[in-house]
T-cell receptor, first 114, second 113 residues
Framework: NAGVTQTPKFQVLKTGQSMTLQCAQDMNHEYMSWYRQDPGMGLRLIHYSVGAGITDQGEVPNGYNVSRSTTEDFPLRLLSAAPSQTSVYFC?????????????FGNGTRLTVT | GQQVMQIPQYQHVQEGEDFTTYCNSSTTLSNIQWYKQRPGGHPVFLIQ?????EVKKQKRLTFQFGEAKKNSSLHITATQTTDVGTYFC?????????????FGQGTILTVHP
């Protein structure tokens, strides 16, 4: 099993550009989520999904969209990139919303917005 | 809303010294998880604590959950260079709500050989 796969690993965008960060898991996990990590800020939850067709906002959802059309995929869309979105983005999944099983993280996407 | 404070933010130790990081919540927690992130890597699950006063050990790592379930700690005995990284506590958002897992700010541990 590959676990949680994120692409791309690195990305540079200009202000105003849009892009999609891809996340896929092959563990049949119901719960998927996106975090951003900034120095001194820990990991902050952007959006999460408890199953296909269901998404909800986390702590810092502004400027990001998500969708969950399949169990496996949970893409994160930046609508109009801003320098404040420069960060490392992690996708994470676990079996279900309720069981508090461990989160499995992808390797991350390092995004720079100039 | 829930406030989670993790201290210290940084800790520098000599190899062989002990290390402790603390996680304090303003609300009662149903459980708490701990993760480790190596430099340049992604967070990796270490352990989950559920019961009041629970203590769990993994080799040189000791995890505790407070009696009031509002605080937790991770203690490493006789640190090694392989312990380098950032340690995060991760309680559920709002203390008990399902779904959202929040993370403390993390403690960055450096170990000097």
């Amino acid at each position: 099993n590959a676990g949680v796969t994120q692409t791309p690993k690195f990305q540079v965008l200009k202000t105003g550009q849009s892009m999609t960060l891809q996340c896929a898991q092959d563990m049949n996990h119901e719960y998927m989520s996106w975090y951003r990590q900034d120095p001194g800020m820990g990991l902050r939850l952007i959006h999460y999904s408890v199953g296909a067709g269901i998404t909800d906002q986390g702590e810092v959802p502004n400027g990001y969209n998500v969708s969950r059309s399949t169990t496996e995929d949970f893409p994160l869309r930046l609508l109009s990139a801003a320098p404040s979105q420069t960060s490392v983005y992690f996708c994470a999944s676990r079996r279900t919303q309720q069981d508090w099983s461990p989160l499995h993280f992808g390797n991350g996407t390092r995004l720079t917005v100039t | 809303g829930q406030q989670v404070m993790q201290i210290p933010q940084y800790q520098h130790v000599q190899e062989g010294e002990d290390f402790t990081t603390y996680c304090n919540s303003s609300t009662t927690l149903s459980n708490i998880q701990w993760y480790k992130q190596r430099p340049g890597g992604h967070p990796v699950f270490l352990i989950q604590l559920v019961k009041s006063g629970e203590v769990k050990k993994q080799k040189r790592l000791t995890f505790q959950f407070g009696e009031a379930k509002k605080n937790s700690s991770l203690h490493i005995t006789a640190t090694q260079t392989t312990d380098v990284g950032t340690y995060f506590c991760a309680p559920p958002a709002g203390g008990t709500s399902y779904g959202k897992l929040t993370f403390g700010q993390g403690t960055i541990l450096t170990v000097h050989p």
